[in-house]
């Protein structure tokens, strides 16, 4: 008896009766009100300085905010048309080349991810709304589901396998992840042409490239312009300037907090119960690459959030103290965690991201005028 | 340890204390909230349902929830749980009237509501030794005088309600803590309920969560037309999964899970407040999310019907036939059938919850 969604199981919506069992119905969109701000799950932020904003109920227009229409513009933008190009051109390789051991089709994946990685921190707006992050980027996946659905989907006549029956299937076959697993994992790599696995790549790809497009078409348009003009009438996600700023400086900070806590944090486990098999990307051996990449997005925003030059210069040296500490690793798939002395230097590691972690708060956080707030940081 | 039976609906109005003054006294406010000032302190707000603050009293620690009094302009403040002291608001003038310690060996843990008409108190509170749930009964009349207690028929009471029926709804969200750190200790064994008692503290009705989902604690409740009740959860299993967090039930019938489809990951697992208003075009039950910054709508079947976003959303009330929400970046925020209208951005950073002065 299914008694609740499990995301990466099936997609569910609506009331569940506690009793008699049910099926797993596949559900539409979900009506979304486009005025909040969908927040990432870690940081809370509260005006440092306290003072009403009279403005709220008039409607009056705020200033627009050179610092973010900034790095919209310089940084979020130009990210979000990588990301769509990337995947866009993986699909189309897909199309020619559906095969696990296709040089030109994993490197169109890797170049996706990379880019990914740029964008990843962006946790607010079009990349939340209908949990479109878990469907890009499905991971951590501790409970083993993605295998299970995947030898399901590609189970599946290949021709019932498409781009838009991927919108109603469980996040955890869809997206990098999903695409990871089936040119990597040997469960999975040893398909062929006109297999189950073969349509799914191409229609996993397909997917991902239509939700690049939706999620910068977003911020092209009207998620962009909400975060452009808080204060206005009818904006009741962003009240004030300060507002769009401590969003975005949330999800930086959520999404180092990701690095910490789940790249580092999830293979670590205990010292008695070390977890090496989960490792991100272990199977592709992108690990440690991909924190390196993860790190290049914080920077790119939190160098395109400074709004001033000692803020840049102090968190470009940070950023390059700790990616020194990455590259020194040598160790790309984490493996070491299970053993004392490689476990002591992920854990130094971790410790370094920690202390990255810090010196952002430290200096952006006032640069900006934000700090950390009530609700969100410790529940009742 | 039996509690006492003594029922709360012994109580009579006060008669020989001073006059006390009502709610319009106080710039006639429909909402008490807690809040943190600019400068880091605290205090306890009253709000109209146009998000105007009319009075603002300091406490001498951050707060959790508070309970109004249904004629005098009389709150208690709660203390963040494990509270070691509640203390009593006079709104007016601004002074403590009482301090409410809990006796040895209990203590607050969240929320607490008037009942018999303002002449008795109850508030949620825990065994120190197990977390075993108790509901202090206080005698208003008699200057806040404990009473006695009974038992909540579960651990870790959050929330209590007060039905038109005299019945109290109780949130035991089922884990134990540990009184100095709130170290939660039990979360593998965890075991939630909605339990229904009546004044002598007897067991009604009892929900239970099924077997894979007895990891959500249910702590926040609100009561809906023709005993309706429903409850906001918090999910204490592992991260990976994705629970419904909101349940609706009405004594006799089976209770109902609700859900939100591709948006309940948003959720983040965790939701900080419920409320239930009319709703312009038929009733409708709302949560909140503040580590999602969302707020989730459905109707009283269980039909998920949209989301508002909005960093650090946590404070709901009913409002008219919406909603009234606050947020920890100071943002009063009306809602209306789905539909966010800012009331007031303030200075002050609102605290977990608000509470009705008037409730259904």
């Keep these: 008896m299914r008694l609740f969604c499990r995301l990466a199981c099936s997609a569910l919506t609506g009331a569940v009766l506690l009793g008699p069992s049910f099926g797993t119905p596949v559900l539409a969109q979900t009506a979304s009100t486009d005025l909040g701000q ?22 009056t227009a705020a200033a627009g905010d050179p610092v973010v229409d900034h790095v919209i513009d310089a940084v979020i933008m130009p990210n979000l048309d990588a990301f769509a190009a990337s995947t866009a051109a993986l699909a189309q390789t897909a199309q020619t080349e559906c095969l696990a051991r296709s040089e030109p089709l994993r490197a169109a994946w890797a170049q996706a991810f990379d880019d990914w990685l740029m964008i990843e921190d962006y946790r607010l707006g079009p990349l939340e709304d209908e949990g479109r992050r878990y469907a890009i980027a499905y991971w951590p996946d501790a409970q083993g589901h993605r295998p299970r659905a995947l030898a399901r989907l590609i189970a599946t006549a290949p021709a019932k396998i498409t781009a838009r029956s991927m919108t109603t299937a469980p996040v955890s076959v869809r997206g990098l992840y999903a695409i990871e697993a089936l040119l990597f994992d040997p469960r999975f790599s040893n398909y062929t042409e006109n297999s189950g696995a073969c349509a799914a790549i191409r229609a996993i790809s397909a997917d991902l490239a239509d939700l690049a497009d939706i999620v910068r078409d977003g911020w092209a348009g009207k998620f962009g312009n909400t975060m452009r003009t808080p204060g206005t009438a009818g904006n009741s996600r962003f009240l004030d300037a300060s507002e769009p700023r401590q969003a975005l400086y949330t999800a930086l900070l959520s999404s180092l907090g990701f690095d910490i806590d789940e790249r580092l944090g999830g293979p670590l486990g205990t010292f008695d119960t070390p977890r090496p098999k989960q490792a991100e990307s272990r199977l592709s051996e992108r690990s440690l690459d991909n924190l390196l990449g993860a790190l290049d997005g914080h920077e790119a925003l939190a160098l395109g959030l400074s709004p001033d030059a000692p803020t840049r210069e102090t968190l470009s040296t940070a950023f390059a103290n700790a990616r020194a500490e990455i590259a020194a690793l040598d160790d790309p798939i ?39 707030g009530l609700n969100s940081m410790d529940g009742d | 340890m039996r509690a006492t039976r003594r029922g709360f609906l012994a109580g009579l109005l006060a008669t020989g204390s001073a006059p006390a003054l009502g709610w319009a006294a106080a710039g006639s406010p429909g909402y008490l909230a807690a809040a943190q000032e600019p400068d880091g302190s605290y205090a306890l707000y009253g709000l109209t349902e146009a998000g105007e603050r009319v009075f603002h009293i300091p406490l001498p620690a951050r707060g959790h929830a508070g309970a109004g009094h249904p004629h005098r302009a009389e709150a208690v403040a709660f203390a963040r749980r ?34 018999d008409d303002g002449a008795t108190l109850l508030t949620a509170e825990q065994r120190v030794e197990d977390s075993a749930g108790r509901i202090g009964v206080w005698n208003v009349a008699a200057g806040y005088a404990r009473r006695g207690e009974i038992d909540s028929h579960g651990i870790g009471p959050h929330d209590i309600k007060h039905l038109p029926d005299g019945t109290l709804a109780i949130a035991n969200g089922g884990i134990a803590t540990d009184v100095e750190d709130r170290e939660k200790l039990n979360i593998d064994t965890m075991r939630p309920n909605l339990s229904y008692v009546d004044a002598t503290g007897a067991l009604l009705d009892q929900v239970e969560l099924p077997r894979d989902l007895i990891q959500n604690s249910i702590r926040h409740l609100a009561l809906g037309p023709d005993g309706l009740v429903g409850f906001a959860m918090q999910w204490e299993g592992p991260k990976s999964e994705v629970p419904p967090l909101l349940g609706l039930h009405r004594r006799g019938s089976a209770p109902m899970l609700a859900e939100a489809g591709p948006e309940q990951v948003m959720m983040q697992n965790y939701a900080g407040s419920i409320a239930i ?61 789905g539909q966010p209208r800012a009331l007031a951005k303030t200075a002050q950073a609102w605290d977990n919850h608000l509470v009705r002065l008037t409730p259904r």
Excluded: K, W
């Design chain 2, 277 to 337: 208003t009319d709703g312009p075009a038929g009733a409708e039950v709302a949560i909140t999310s503040p580590r999602g910054g969302l707020l989730h709508r459905y109707s009283t079947e269980g039909d998920f019907l949209g989301a508002v976003h909005r960093a650090d959303i946590c404070g709901l009330a009913e409002a008219g036939d919406g909603f009234l929400a606050s947020d920890g970046l100071g943002g009063l925020i009306a809602l209306r059938g």
């Design chain 1, 38 to 59: 969908s927040r990432p799950p870690v940081a809370s932020i509260a005006p440092t300085q306290g003072s009403d904003t009279p403005d709220a109920r008039s409607g």
């Design chain 2, 82 to 115: 494990p509270g070691r002291f509640a203390i009593v608001l006079d709104c007016v003038g601004g002074r403590v009237l009482h301090s409410l310690t809990p006796p040895e060996g209990r203590v607050f843990n969240g929320h607490g509501v008037y009942v």
């Design chain 1, 334 to 372: 984490l493996a070491g965690v299970a053993d004392p002395m490689g476990r002591f230097r992920v854990e130094a590691l971790q410790s370094s991201l920690l202390q990255l972690r810090r010196e952002i708060e430290a200096t952006l956080g006032p640069a900006l005028g934000v700090s950390m």
